[in-house]
C-alpha cells in the first residue's frame, strides 16, 4: 500500500511569490492534515481538511491556505511570501477513526524563499 | 491549551546503552499520546501510539512508552540502542474540536545521537 505522497520534493521560490504545494493521501483516508516544521520552532499545526472541508487551521495567517478535492488529495497555498517560510511543511492523513488522531506522514516539501 | 514539553533538547548515548527520553504533557481530558521519529531528510514515522488500557505499550524498532497519568509523563525507552536510532524524536498529543480528530501538538524534539 502507497504511503502518503507530496510533490514537489524541493521548492525555491523568492519573496512574494506563492507557492503551491501537493499532498495525496493514504488509500482510503478522508483527513489531510498540514505542518509545517521551520528551524528553531518545532513542528506546528497549519490546517485540516476533512471531506472537502477546512476544519480547523493553527495560527497561521490568511495567505496560508488550501483545498482538499474529491479524490480527498489536497494543496497548500502560500501567498506573499516571506523569508520565514521556509521551512519544510509536512503532509499527513488518517482515516475515518478520526477519534484516534493517527496520523501517517509524508516525506515532506522543502520550501526555500530567497 | 494543550502542549508537550521534551525537556531534552539533545541526548547522546553510547551504543549498547539503554535510552529514555522524556515527554510531559498537559491536556484537560484523556490524551491520546505518539511518539515519531524523523531521521535526516525525511518524513515523520510513528513508533507508537497511547490510546487507552494497558499503559506500557510496545512501538516498532524495540521502542516501549509508559503513560503515567498522574505525572502527566509518556517517556520513550529503548533497552539497548543501535547506531541507526540517531534521529529526532517528538512527542505529540492529539487534541479534537468540533466532531472529531485535531491536528497533532507536538513537543520541540529530542536530538538523539549515539555514540560507537
Known amino acids: 500500500e502507497a504511503g502518503v505522497t507530496q510533490s514537489p520534493t524541493h521548492l525555491i521560490k523568492t519573496r512574494g511569490q506563492q507557492a503551491t504545494l501537493r499532498c495525496s493521501p493514504i488509500s482510503g483516508h478522508t483527513s489531510v492534515y498540514w505542518y509545517q516544521q521551520a528551524l528553531g520552532l518545532g513542528l506546528q499545526f497549519l490546517l485540516w481538511y476533512d471531506e472537502g472541508e477546512e476544519r480547523n487551521r493553527g495560527n497561521f495567517p490568511p495567505r496560508f491556505s488550501g483545498r482538499q478535492f474529491p479524490n480527498y488529495s489536497s494543496e497548500l497555498n502560500v501567498n506573499a511570501l516571506e523569508l520565514e517560510d521556509s521551512a519544510l511543511y509536512l503532509c499527513?492523513?488518517?482515516?475515518?477513526?478520526?477519534?484516534?488522531?493517527?496520523?501517517?506522514f509524508g516525506p515532506g516539501t522543502r520550501l526555500t524563499v530567497l | 491549551a494543550q502542549s508537550v514539553t521534551q525537556p531534552d533538547i539533545h541526548i547522546t548515548v553510547s551504543e549498547g546503552a539503554s535510552l529514555e527520553l522524556r515527554c510531559n504533557y498537559s491536556y484537560g481530558a484523556t490524551p491520546y499520546l505518539f511518539w515519531y521519529v524523523q531521521s535526516p531528510g525525511q518524513g515523520l514515522q510513528l513508533l507508537l501510539k497511547?490510546?487507552?488500557?494497558?499503559?506500557l505499550v510496545q512501538g516498532i524498532k524495540g521502542f516501549e512508552a509508559e503513560f503515567k497519568r498522574s505525572q502527566s509523563s509518556f517517556n520513550l525507552r529503548k533497552p539497548s540502542v543501535h547506531w541507526s536510532d540517531a534521529a529526532e524524536y517528538f512527542c505529540?498529543?492529539?487534541?479534537?474540536?468540533?466532531?472529531?480528530?485535531?491536528?497533532?501538538?507536538f513537543g520541540k524534539g529530542t536530538h538523539l545521537i549515539i555514540q560507537p
Open positions: 497511547y490510546f487507552s488500557g494497558d499503559t
Open positions: 505529540a498529543v492529539g487534541t479534537y474540536s468540533g466532531g472529531g480528530a485535531d491536528g497533532l501538538t
Open positions: 499527513a492523513s488518517s482515516d475515518r477513526d478520526r477519534v484516534r488522531n493517527e496520523q501517517f
